[in-house]
């Protein structure tokens, strides 16, 4: 459908703004910088890969260091440029590609990053790579600065209670493991395909970020295809691997992109989504990404309100203590029971949170059955459970969403519950509300403690807005 040019006008002065907060998004190499890139551009060019005369590679006008700018106006629809598969890296493409076909099952991780780990770990290092002109562009480990690469202290001050924390500790966990059992093993085994760089666990926790910030899965589909290698009622369906995608990952990110990659039989497109202006950025997205996503993969965040995919998680483990705390004795045993019961039916799990998002609560039906049963007294429990939990199922399917708005009109009792999460939640951040309001205004803050802000305040605002929706019904919500 046709945009307006008002709706193009606002789509175009908010990604304006876009860049001026957002001022770097990824990490590139510095040395012989415009070098690397006329080097990386004829390499595209010999490779197959097509570049519309609508759109350059610069890094004037860009929010990182390079990006794809319009130096026409484009329309939605439009091919950007397109790439044939053998120009993608990954492991079925590698150098050692055998080697890595033949060691599959020997290599297989948790984290499905280890093939193309040593992919990357063998071409980045081999000065005769084919990739050699793409990898002297990308990454630049000077630029690195993901959470992964901060001190604990760093990360406390900054980023306690926005859930970053936590997922960091896990990566770095699973990535010693992965290295020490698969990676390192790997690389002794086949040393003549690597340099002693290799070996180094510090080194290899850059490729890591690298390929955080950096990869491509290409999405699952239902049609059959000939290159597949698994096979379900008849329909073969293809693996998918994580893989390098030269040229699109230049592109920046932004909840509003104007761009997606299209994953084709034998190429890749970067197609426009919008009308783009001359002179404006290219964005495409990396998914539907809250702002403690962005930052603890990518290393940056948007400005609020910007994300409107920001979120915050609830978790699962936290949510207890805030429902019993300042319960007698025996309503904290009748809260176990009915706690138990919750995991049994599948709506609390170890390790799982819900999730708060800009319109309202998003899982939705984890969180209404957990209002629905812990708010019950023990006689309405005691039915539940005879009627193995599905006492209200015909109201449950038909039951009211928990947008902001429908939170307000909630049982009290409900909204109560909802309001100690909140508040619990909000004594974990190491900040209120106006102090982050301030600190995104200073326009001295460098971009580590910026970035950590506009994840804080996205996360206090969402609080914030749970709890005035909790409050009285004519509260007006101000998110």
């Keep these: 459908m046709a945009t307006s040019k008002r709706e193009r006008d606002e789509v175009d002065d908010g990604q304006e703004q876009i860049c001026e907060k957002n001022s770097s998004k990824k990490f590139h190499k510095s040395r012989d910088s415009d070098g690397d890139l006329e080097r990386f551009l004829s390499w595209s060019k010999c490779e197959g890969l097509v570049l519309s005369e609508k759109v350059i590679v610069s890094r004037n006008g860009s929010c990182a260091q390079y990006g794809l700018m319009a130096v026409d106006n484009i329309e939605p629809g439009t091919t950007l440029f397109e790439l044939p598969r053998s120009m993608l890296l990954s492991s079925e493409t590698t150098g050692i590609a055998k080697i890595l076909q033949e060691e599959s099952r020997a290599i297989q991780s948790s984290s499905g990053w280890v093939s193309l780990l040593l992919s990357l770990l063998h071409e980045f290092t081999d000065d005769k790579s084919r990739w050699s002109p793409y990898l002297r562009l990308v990454p630049d480990f000077n630029e690195l600065d993901l959470p992964m690469f901060w001190n604990d202290d760093t990360l406390q001050s900054e980023l306690k209670g926005t859930g970053i924390c936590e997922a960091v500790k896990k990566d770095l966990q699973m990535m010693k493991v992965e290295f020490d059992s698969l990676v390192l093993p790997f690389v002794k085994k086949y040393c003549s395909h690597f340099k002693p760089i290799c ?36 329909v073969v369906k293809r693996k998918t691997i994580p893989i390098m995608v030269p040229m699109a990952d230049i592109l920046n990110h932004v909840a509003l992109n104007n761009a997606h990659l299209d994953f084709g039989k034998d190429s890749l497109k970067m197609v426009s989504t919008r009308h783009i202006e001359k002179g404006n950025e290219v964005f495409n997205t990396y998914g539907e990404l809250a702002n403690w996503q962005l930052l603890h993969m990518y290393g940056f965040a948007e400005a609020f309100p910007n994300n409107i995919y920001d979120a915050i998680d609830l978790p699962m483990d936290r949510v207890y203590p805030a429902i019993t705390d300042g319960m007698e004795q025996s309503d904290c045993i009748l809260a176990e029971n009915k706690w138990r019961f919750l995991k049994e039916i599948g709506c609390v799990s170890d390790g799982g949170a819900y999730v708060l998002g800009v319109q309202g609560i998003l899982t939705e039906i984890e969180m209404f059955q957990l209002l629905k049963v812990m708010t019950m007294n023990e006689t ?100």
């Excluded at 290899?204 to 699952?220: G, L, Q």
Aim: glycine share 2%; hydrophobic share 35%.
């Design 199 to 234: 070996e180094d666990f510090e080194f290899c926790k850059k490729m890591v970020a690298f390929i955080m910030a950096y990869s491509f899965t290409e999405p699952d589909t239902d049609e059959e295809n000939d290159d597949s290698d698994e096979e379900s009622d008849g």
């Design 380 to 479: 309405d429990f005691k039915l539940h459970l005879e009627k193995e939990g599905w006492s209200d199922a015909e109201d449950d399917d038909n039951s009211e969403s928990l947008t902001f708005e429908s939170i307000a009109k909630l049982p009290t009792s409900w909204k109560e519950m909802l309001a100690k999460i909140a508040k619990l939640k909000i004594s974990e951040h190491r900040s209120t509300l106006d102090e982050e309001t301030e600190n995104i205004a200073d326009a001295r803050l460098p971009r580590r403690q910026l970035f950590s802000s506009y994840v804080r305040y996205g996360q206090l605002k969402l609080l914030s807005t749970l709890l005035e929706a909790c409050d009285a019904h004519n509260k007006k919500l101000t998110l």
